[in-house]
Structures are given as structure tokens and as C-alpha cells.
């Protein structure tokens, strides 16, 4: 069963995902040879890809001979079946497009709920596919409390080199009970490499913050999002209403070190700011394209400056790029991370699933930000800052977005 629209964020192991249900691939076996079970999971496993992975060359690879390859090798367990999914993806050298086994897969999806367990980082791998790389820390997490912040590399968990570690690898290492201490070998430009020793915790993922704040006599609704959860559309939603009642002027939206997370979640979220306006388009490796839209009913045209950061990835980055682009909103901060790739995921037997990359998104200017990000408006850096200094004097990013929002403030409302 395929489950899509996943912007891919790992958080210590975790995935937010789309659902959307579809029909599953089913596999036709040869009258000439009966596959074993755990050659069927591999078997699907690779019909999935072929079907819908977003490169057409498969990294240049030959994937009909590695079907062929594949098939005269002896599975004799569960495991087996496993580690051949794994080496076949492997050739694909994209970590995002990744063979989850049962317990992985259970925690995917469990945790897309609203809690985690670990220590709070999101997590992707650098642009070689080499070092594991933090796109954000959770905010009020343990690694927020402890410094970590976007773009450190992740060099080792517990003194192990993380270098051959795929993302759910790692999670896996970073996970473990309450209370229990987890150490991370951090490289960072300009500094020297340390360790951080982490206490993982129950982290609640609650991620809107909302309060009215009075600027040189101006009523600011100040919303900070903190990812695209299950819970975000409904918070969003309350949020703005009730600053509404409360006659803010306008807004700010707070996207820093926002990694992301369901693809539907950022286009609703959209729908709040945008009247009759593309937010986005999906497209496949036929070079389809998809879009979303929003419809007539955006709960304020107020004006509206976003804060993005190095941190702001993935359905931040759509939600930045379609409110850039439709001329809603201007972005303050930093270029964002550049995450614009979209997997999808799919149910396999014994309960063990597949992540793969089937599209690319685009602003509704067509530009592609995977790698690259969106470059704000007003460019304004900022050395990280703690979860008590957001919005705040010591706030630089905050304070060029008031600043910015009052010069549209004093112009005459239409």
C-alpha cells in the first residue's frame, strides 16, 4: 500500500508523511519458479522502485540486471531478505530512498502522532551522502538546550563513526530510554570538533506557538511554527483566529529551524494566507506536473513577513516559497536549507516498508530549491539563539522583521 506526499525529514529516525492510500503493486510471479516469500519482499521492493523512483537512470545503474542478480541469490530468513533490500537501494546512493524493517517502520509511523522519544534533532545526509547533517533541533528539545544547531555534522553517536550510517541507522543509535545519556561528535565551520552528551526524554511535539505582541504601538500577531505535524493545520488555524479577535495589524511567521514534515499539512497551512493562488507544483520523472491551489477563503490579508533560517526546510520551504513568489508575505533571515524532494511510502510484507523518492516540488515561479533553498528578501544573520530569546530584543531576525512589517503597516489599508 503506497502512502504519499512525504517531505522526508528524519527526527532521530522519523518521517512525517502524507497519507494518501493507494493501490499496492502487486507482484506477479513466474508459472516457471516459485519464489519464497522473503524473495517476494525483495522482488516488490524492486518493482516499486522501478515503477516510481524519480530518476529514470537509476544513478546510472543497470536495474534489470540487478533484478537478475538479485534473484539467484539464496534468502534464507527474514534478515537475508532485509540486508538484499538494503544493498540493492544502496546503488541508487540516495539516502532518502531507503528499505525500513518492521521495528523502523513502526516507529515512523507511530511517531508521527505528536511525541518522540530521543533528544530532538531532525536529520538528513550532506550533499556528498556522506556525514549525517542537523537540519533543526527541536525546539525546547535536548539538543536545542545543548547548543546543536542547523548544518552541524554529525560525525559520531557513542565514538562510532557515523559515516556508513544510513538515516534510520542512526536514529536508531540516537534512540533509546528516558533518562539515558547519548553522545554526538559534532564538526562545525569555524570551531574546533566537540561532543554533546544528550539525555534523551519525551519530547511533546507541540509546534505553534502564538501571542500578540505591541511594537511601537503596533499589534503584531507573532505565530511560531515549529514542524508540519498532524496537529499544525488545527493550531495554525486557532492561532490565527484568536489573533484576529485580538485586531492584530499584522503578522509574523516564525519558520526558523522548522525541518518540515507533511506535504499536505504546508499546503493547508497555505490556504490560511492565499486567495486563488498556485502553491505549489509536484513533478515526477515523466516531468509531470501537479499542482495545488488555493481557493477563496484565506482567513486574513493582513500584511505578513515570514523568518526563515538555515533550519526552514522541506514544507517550510513550500509554504516560504509560495507566500515569496504569490507576493503574500516577505521573507526575513537567513537562505533556507534546501530540501525539495518528496518520497513516498509503501507498505511491504511482515510488516516492513519502503521510503522512495518520487518527485520534485516547485515554487509556484517554478523554481527548484532542493539544494539550493529560497534566499529571503531582507537577509539578516543571527547566531543561534535559545528557545527564551526568540522574539525578543536579542532577536535580530525578529526585530528586521517588525521593522519590515511596519513599513507596510503605515501604508493605507486597502
Known amino acids: 500500500m503506497r502512502k504519499t506526499g512525504l517531505l522526508h525529514v528524519v527526527l532521530l529516525g522519523v518521517c512525517a508523511v502524507g497519507i494518501a492510500t493507494f493501490l499496492s503493486l502487486g507482484l506477479v510471479n513466474s508459472p516457471a519458479f516459485a519464489f519464497t516469500e522473503q524473495q517476494k519482499l525483495v522482488m516488490e521492493v524492486w518493482r516499486i522502485v522501478n515503477r516510481a523512483y524519480l530518476d529514470e537512470t537509476f544513478n546510472h545503474q543497470n536495474w534489470w540486471f540487478t533484478r537478475e542478480k538479485t534473484l539467484k541469490r539464496p534468502l534464507n530468513s527474514w534478515d537475508d531478505a532485509y540486508e538484499e533490500a538494503q544493498a540493492m537501494l544502496q546503488k541508487l546512493d540516495d539516502p532518502y530512498t531507503r528499505f525500513l524493517p518492521p521495528e523502523q517502520y513502526q516507529s515512523l509511523q507511530t511517531n508521527t502522532s505528536g511525541e518522540l522519544l530521543g533528544v530532538g534533532l531532525q536529520i538528513a545526509k550532506d550533499d556528498d551522502n556522506q556525514h549525517l547533517q542537523v537540519i533543526a533541533p527541536i525546539v525546547g528539545s535536548p539538543a536545542e538546550r545543548a547548543g546543536v544547531s542547523p548544518k552541524d555534522a554529525i560525525v559520531a553517536i557513542n565514538g562510532v563513526s557515523t559515516q556508513s550510517f544510513s538515516l534510520d541507522e542512526a536514529a536508531a543509535r540516537m534512540r533509546g530510554p528516558a533518562g539515558t545519556i547519548v553522545t554526538l561528535g559534532i564538526e562545525r ?27 511601537n504601538g503596533h499589534s503584531v500577531g507573532y505565530i511560531r511554527l515549529g514542524q508540519f505535524n498532524g496537529n499544525a493545520v488545527v493550531d495554525i488555524r486557532t492561532a490565527l483566529t484568536e489573533l484576529e479577535q485580538q485586531n492584530a495589524a499584522g503578522y509574523i511567521l516564525d519558520l526558523r529551524n522548522n525541518p518540515g514534515g507533511l506535504l499536505q499539512a504546508g499546503i493547508e ?102 539544494k539550493l533553498g529560497i534566499t529571503p528578501d531582507l537577509i539578516v544573520t543571527s547566531e543561534p539563539l535559545t528557545r527564551n530569546q526568540f522574539a525578543t530584543s536579542e532577536d535580530e531576525q525578529y526585530q528586521a522583521a517588525v521593522e519590515t512589517l511596519e513599513q507596510t503597516l503605515v501604508q493605507p489599508m486597502t
Open 189 to 215: 565551520t569555524g570551531l574546533e570538533p566537540f561532543e554533546v552528551n544528550l539525555t534523551r526524554e519525551l519530547i511533546n511535539l507541540n509546534p505553534v506557538f502564538s501571542e500578540l505582541h505591541s511594537e
Open 269 to 370: 497551512i497555505a490556504r490560511l494566507w492565499l486567495d486563488d493562488s498556485t502553491i505549489v507544483y509536484t513533478v515526477n520523472r515523466q516531468g509531470i506536473l501537479e499542482s495545488f491551489d488555493a481557493g477563496p477563503d484565506a482567513l486574513t490579508q493582513k500584511p505578513l513577513v515570514l523568518l526563515v533560517n538555515n533550519g526552514t526546510a522541506s514544507a517550510s520551504e513550500i509554504l516560504a516559497g509560495a507566500l515569496q513568489d504569490n507576493h503574500r508575505a516577505q521573507l526575513v533571515g537567513e537562505t533556507t536549507f534546501g530540501k525539495g524532494l518528496i518520497q513516498s511510502l509503501f507498505d511491504l510484507p511482515h510488516g516492513s516498508g519502503l521510503a522512495v523518492t518520487v518527485a520534485k516540488y516547485e515554487t509556484p515561479d517554478h523554481h527548484d530549491i532542493n
